[in-house]
């Protein structure tokens, strides 16, 4: 049982140009997140998805595109990379739905993304 | 903006005293999480409390919830040097289809 698996773990862009990082969970988990996490920020919600083929919006979307095309994977694109985006990433996934009461959240270890 | 905000920022005790860290947060929820990051690492689930639980415990750990006050506190007792990391309350808000949303996080420093 691997729980979250995030790859890469750590990434150098030039500005400008495009990556994707992925989320793979093995849980059947429905609920998927992306976060930013940047010194004396905490943890900032990028996207997040509360099932297969849906996707919304967090606090800070700008600059980022997501897709959940599987439930166990959830995709974080960077179209144009900026220095701004220099962060490290986590994913997350929750247990819960409809008629379920939601479970706590598991992470991955991080994508430390440096962009030049 | 980030639905919650733990105090203090940084909070520093001696090994064997009590940790408080509080939380508060601005809408109604379903739950409250609370979580700890070691340096570098993912972060790692401590406790859940329902919207309908007042106090919970789990080993040193024990969480109080006040839906009034809109506030939770975590309290870890007899801390040990290992306690050092950074701590973060979570909020799935209500009706926001399970948006998980985190404060900046407590840094706690436990001297042995």
């Known amino acids: 049982n691997a729980g979250v698996t995030q790859t890469p773990k750590f990434r150098v862009l030039k500005t400008g140009q495009s990556m994707t990082l992925l989320c793979a969970q093995d849980m059947n988990h429905e609920y998927m997140y992306w976060y930013r996490q940047d010194p004396g920020m905490g943890l900032r919600l990028i996207h997040y998805s509360v099932g297969e083929g849906t996707t919304a919006k967090g606090e800070v979307p700008d600059g980022y595109n997501v897709s959940r095309l599987k439930k166990q994977n959830f995709l974080l694109g960077l179209e144009s990379a900026a220095p701004s985006q220099t962060s490290v990433y986590f994913c997350?996934?929750?247990?819960?739905?409809?008629?379920?009461?939601?479970?706590?959240?598991?992470f991955g270890q991080g994508t430390r993304l440096t962009v030049v | 903006s980030q639905q919650g905000e733990e105090d203090p920022q940084a909070l520093s005790i001696q090994e064997g005293e009590n940790a408080t860290m509080n939380c508060s947060y601005k809408t109604s929820i379903n739950n409250l999480q609370w979580y700890r990051q070691n340096s570098g690492r993912g972060l790692v689930h401590l406790i859940l409390i329902r919207s309908n639980e007042r106090e919970k415990h789990s080993g040193r750990l024990r969480v109080t919830l006040d839906t009034s006050k809109k506030s939770s506190s975590l309290l870890i007792t007899a801390s040990r040097a290992a306690d050092t990391a950074s701590y973060f309350c979570?909020?799935?808000?209500?009706?926001?289809?399970?948006?998980?949303?985190f404060g900046k996080g407590i840094t706690l420093s436990v001297r042995p």
């Open positions: 979570a909020t799935d808000a209500r009706g926001a289809n399970s948006k998980l949303t």
């Open positions: 997350a996934s929750m247990g819960g739905g409809a008629g379920t009461s939601n479970t706590e959240a598991f």
